[in-house]
Every structure is written in structure tokens, then in C-alpha cells.
């Protein structure tokens, strides 16, 4: 029985046939046959290829990791996310020194949830997240000298970045992993960046009680994704093992 796993990739800037079937560890010819209304010479980006995808593309020879390590990494990652970029929104009315040891260590989150991507998933993907989340991290520091100027124009802005930051997560975590739902990965990444947008709102305002209870829902909000994330990962680098 011949192994297919289908898949749906994205065209890509510098996407060629050759290198995404090599990447998925198919064959030109097959791509070509399962898009015919594709001219494989002149790949439009946006353009979705349905791929049947190799036994072994992408797959770790054997996980790296046990599952329970799996699951507390992920959550210990995206939980120490969302404590320290409320650190960094609550230290913006403080002093520069203090902000910037948080910023410091805020800025190496995206690096420590990458190393835990690659155990799975190509270095493209992986850099590409890490690439993103790095954004995010800028946003949100550009955002809360936004606030401190009272430019609520420049605020949203910022938001709507994050907000699209937050599909491209998605898209890109669905396609590396199709145990993995786009729609319900966007939905959570794009509560939590309006999660930031209101908690920055609201400290600036100085309404501490309801900016602390919107960063305990983004606390279950990432507990939801860290925990799917896993999952996903167990189906689809574990399970299939056995």
C-alpha cells in the first residue's frame, strides 16, 4: 500500500517544484498531477498545492523528547510568553533599566520555543515562527510607547499587525502539521494579540483589576494553545510511530 499523507502548501516566495518535493519527500510529476491548473514554470505565490506528502517527510526518526516532557516544555515556554510580556507592559510605567531586563529576556522566548519546533519541524518553518514571533515582541514594545504618547491611531495599527502576525503563525503551524486546524490556531493566536492590545489599553488607563483579568484569560488562552500544540505534535510524530 502506497503511503500519502495530503497536505495543503501555500506558494511561498522562492518556492519551486523541486524544493517542495524534496521537502515532503515526493516527486515533481506527482505534484504536477494532483494541481494540473498549475504551470509548475511560473508558481504564483498564494496559490495552494495539494501535496501527497512521503512516509517520511518530515518526521523525526524517532521523537526526541518523552511525551510528558513534551507537553511541560510547551507549556513552560508559552506560559513564561505571557509572564513576561506582562512584565514588560506593567514595567513601561516604570523605570528604562528595569524595562529593558525584561525586554532582554522577552526577547528570548521566540529562540527557546523555537528549539522546541525544530525536534519536529523543518528549519524553514521553525526560523519562520521564531521570524514572527519576533515581530510580535516588537510590536508590542512599539505599542506601549504608543500608549505612553496617547497615540490611539499608531495603537491600533500595532494591533492589527499583531492580529495578522498572529494568522501567519497559524498558517505556518498548519501546514508544517496537519494534525494541526488553521482556523482554531488563528482563533486562539488572534484572541491573544488583542489580549495585548487591551491590556496595554487598560494599564495605561491605570484600570489594574480588569487589565489583571484579561491577562488571566490570556493565561488560559496559551495553556489552550500550548496543550493543542502538543497534541498535535503527539498524533503526528508519536502515534504514527506505532
Not at 494599564?203 to 490570556?218: C, G, I, N, S, W
Request: hydrophobic fraction near 35%; include cysteine.
Amino acid at each position: 500500500m502506497i503511503y500519502c499523507r495530503l497536505i495543503t502548501h501555500t506558494i511561498k516566495e522562492g518556492d519551486t517544484l523541486y524544493l517542495l518535493a524534496r521537502r515532503y519527500q515526493t516527486t515533481v510529476p506527482a505534484i504536477t498531477l494532483m494541481n494540473p491548473g498549475v504551470n509548475p514554470y511560473n508558481l504564483q505565490i498564494g496559490t495552494k498545492l495539494k501535496i501527497c506528502m512521503g512516509e517520511d517527510g518530515y518526521r523525526p526518526e524517532q521523537p526526541q523528547m518523552s511525551e510528558r516532557q513534551l507537553w511541560e516544555d510547551m507549556r513552560e515556554v508559552l506560559s513564561s510568553q505571557g509572564m513576561l510580556e506582562k512584565m514588560f507592559i506593567d514595567s513601561s510605567n516604570f523605570s528604562t533599566e528595569n524595562r529593558d531586563a525584561v525586554m532582554q529576556r522577552l526577547a528570548q522566548n521566540p529562540q527557546d520555543f523555537t528549539d522546541i519546533l525544530k525536534m519536529y519541524y523543518s528549519d524553514a518553518d521553525s526560523n519562520a515562527m521564531k521570524m514572527m514571533q519576533t515581530q510580535w515582541i516588537a510590536q508590542l514594545e512599539e505599542m506601549t510607547e504608543a500608549a505612553k504618547q496617547i497615540d490611539h491611531e499608531r495603537m491600533m495599527v500595532l494591533s492589527e499587525q499583531m492580529r495578522e502576525n498572529a494568522q501567519g503563525m497559524a498558517e505556518v503551524l498548519a501546514e508544517s502539521n496537519p494534525e494541526l486546524d488553521e482556523e482554531y490556531l488563528e482563533q486562539l493566536l488572534v484572541k491573544l494579540a488583542n489580549s495585548a492590545y487591551e491590556d496595554v489599553n487598560l494599564m495605561m488607563e491605570q484600570k489594574y483589576p480588569q487589565a489583571l483579568m484579561v491577562h488571566e484569560d490570556a493565561g488560559r488562552t496559551r495553556m489552550e494553545l500550548a496543550d493543542y500544540l502538543t497534541d498535535g505534535i503527539i498524533k503526528n510524530f508519536y502515534d504514527k510511530k506505532m
